[in-house]
């Protein structure tokens, strides 16, 4: 009894244990940059200081134009993120269940998923122009890859009893995907939005660095150009913090007991 009430303690004070050591690398991982800052071995403008970069953050979080341009980047992303993702998922599971399908074109996903998406931004500009359209497509593109190969690799690994039994019920197409693969891969297709998602992110950014107007990443290039490094820098935490928080809820999402 003694021996189980300790394995229960600690298994409730692991959490706090796991934020505390969060807490300790994000606090060593800012006194290294403090320390960079003022060594004297970059240049003063360049790596500022946390005081700098905190005065950046409030002068950031007060401009209405940076809300502006976030909400035209998160709609971006989430239009990207819904095309690539349902694309994706649609596209893994035919080439999941077919031996034929994924033979002939399973190996063209293997060979584009790594190739850099920013070469095909120039034809996204021709054929959806300059606005946000380009960007979305560009977003949806990089979304796409990592979906459908998680996806088929999870077709794969359900079990043929399974499937058997959809096909002794007569299920329909519809009802066998929503009853039986969907739950059954649960696992691959959570990690393949997840990182589909991510790379969406980086496409929507990387496209708005581009040639663009509006959005986060147009702000980014905008202070970069001007040499407002106060503006820059508390505009890339402000992304790492969106892109860090949009994963947690991904992640509690796919599974509520995550830490």
Known sequence: MATSRQALSHRQASPRRVLMLRILIAAILLLIWQAMAMSGLFYQDV??????IARGMARLLLDPDFYRNLWITVAEILAASAIGSLTGLVCGMVLGGSRILERAFERYLYYLGPTPKIIFFPLMILW?????????????????????????????????????????????PLQKTLKIYLPAMRGPVINGLRMGFGVAVIGVLLAETKLSNQGLGYLVIQNYQHFDMQAMYALLIAIFGLAVAANTALSHWADPNHR
């Open 47 to 52: 790596v500022l200081g946390l005081p700098d």
């Open 128 to 172: 959806f122009g300059v606005g946000p359209g380009s960007k979305v497509a560009l977003g949806a593109l990089s979304c796409f890859f990592p979906v459908a190969l998680a996806v088929a690799a999870g077709m794969r690994e359900i079990p043929f009893i399974l499937k058997c039994v959809g096909t002794s019920l007569r299920a329909t």
